[in-house]
């Protein structure tokens, strides 16, 4: 069981909308609905970032500007 922390926390109506319907559609409740939403986000932004973080070590190890990569993509898309 996980230890939890009652916030305040404003939204717009229409967005609280969505959510309760998305909420009552799965049979869960609101706060599980967004606990989830915060969870995928937050998990997704740091699987983004550690891929980020990834190509620039990759790019500054290999020498390779910003504006190189469109290039070097396109020329690896073609097969040169």
């Known amino acids: 069981f996980m230890q939890t922390q009652t916030i305040n926390l404003s939204i717009p109506k229409p967005l609280?909308?969505?959510i309760s319907q998305q909420a009552k559609s799965e049979a869960r409740t609101k706060s599980g609905l967004i606990q989830e939403a915060i969870r995928?986000?937050?998990t997704q932004?740091?699987?983004?970032?550690?891929l980020f973080d990834y190509g620039q070590a990759r790019a500054k190890k290999?020498?390779?500007?910003?504006?190189q990569i469109e290039k070097i993509v396109d020329d690896y898309r073609q097969g040169r």
Do not use: D, F, P
Request: charged fraction near 15%.
């Open 40 to 42: 995928v986000y937050l």
């Open 16 to 18: 609280l909308t969505m």
């Open 45 to 50: 932004k740091n699987a983004w970032q550690g």
């Open 62 to 67: 290999l020498k390779i500007k910003a504006s």
